[in-house]
T-cell receptor, first 116, second 115 residues
Framework: GENVEQHPSTLSVQEGDSAVIKCTYSDSASNYFPWYKQELGKGPQLIIDIRSNVGEKKDQRIAVTLNKTAKHFSLHITETQPEDSAVYFCAASKGPRGAGGFKTIFGAGTRLFVKA | DAGVTQSPTHLIKTRGQQVTLRCSPKSGHDTVSWYQQALGQGPQFIFQYYEEEERQRGNFPDRFSGHQFPNYSSELNVNALLLGDSALYLC??????????????FGPGTRLTVL
């Protein structure tokens, strides 16, 4: 069935270090891969996404890579700051949108701690 | 732009009762998806509405039903509540129609506790 595996479940880094979170998806029809940050008491917030026709995307300190052949995608955060501490979710989405609708499957999440 | 709004913020029900949760999408969005997020877990897709019809559904029983109104707002109904239904219920909105991108914006959620 449709599944997204996410590792690690917990990640602790020193301020200024890099953090890497990895995900694997099962459905080869997935064509959109968003990453969300969720802070306590709030809904997930989109931080970056990547489409299936792109291998890498960068936005300031955040970058994502996608390997469609291996069905792997990763989130890289450089120069981490204490305010980066949160739960991060990867997700895989498929579907034509509109009348066909689409479905998004989330990973179980990674709790990131950035120590000052 | 108020973004995605949900009501109520918190709700306490007892087993066997029924509950209705509400969602208003981000301005300009016409597609609403509902997710259940248990404590310490990722969001689980319940279903999605577009043009007032259910378009996709996850692995949830028929006790979970929904509705979308002409103004694109949506309701999630859960009947015969079980203890296991206790969770944060998230609503996400997006823009449907043509294209291939499924960017969603989430609301703050409704925390449901079933006693």
């Amino acid at each position: 069935g449709e599944n997204v595996e996410q590792h690690p479940s917990t990640l602790s880094v020193q301020e200024g270090d890099s953090a890497v979170i990895k995900c694997t998806y099962s459905d080869s029809a997935s064509n959109y891969f968003p990453w969300y940050k969720q802070e306590l008491g709030k809904g997930p917030q989109l931080i970056i996404d990547i489409r299936s026709n792109v291998g890498e995307k960068k936005d300031q300190r955040i970058a994502v890579t996608l390997n469609k052949t291996a069905k792997h995608f990763s989130l890289h955060i450089t120069e981490t700051q204490p305010e980066d501490s949160a739960v991060y979710f990867c997700a895989a989405s498929k579907g034509p949108r509109g009348a066909g609708g689409f479905k998004t499957i989330f990973g179980a999440g990674t709790r990131l701690f950035v120590k000052a | 732009d108020a973004g995605v709004t949900q009501s109520p913020t918190h709700l306490i029900k007892t087993r066997g009762q029924q509950v209705t949760l509400r969602c208003s999408p981000k301005s300009g969005h016409d597609t609403v998806s509902w997710y259940q997020q248990a404590l310490g877990q990722g969001p689980q897709f319940i279903f999605q509405y577009y043009e007032e019809e259910e378009r996709q559904r996850g692995n949830f029983p028929d006790r979970f039903s929904g509705h979308q109104f002409p103004n694109y707002s949506s309701e999630l109904n859960v009947n015969a509540l079980l203890l296991g239904d206790s969770a944060l219920y998230l609503c996400a909105s997006s823009l449907g129609g043509s294209g291939t991108y499924n960017e969603q914006f989430f609301g703050p959620g409704t925390r449901l506790t079933v006693l």
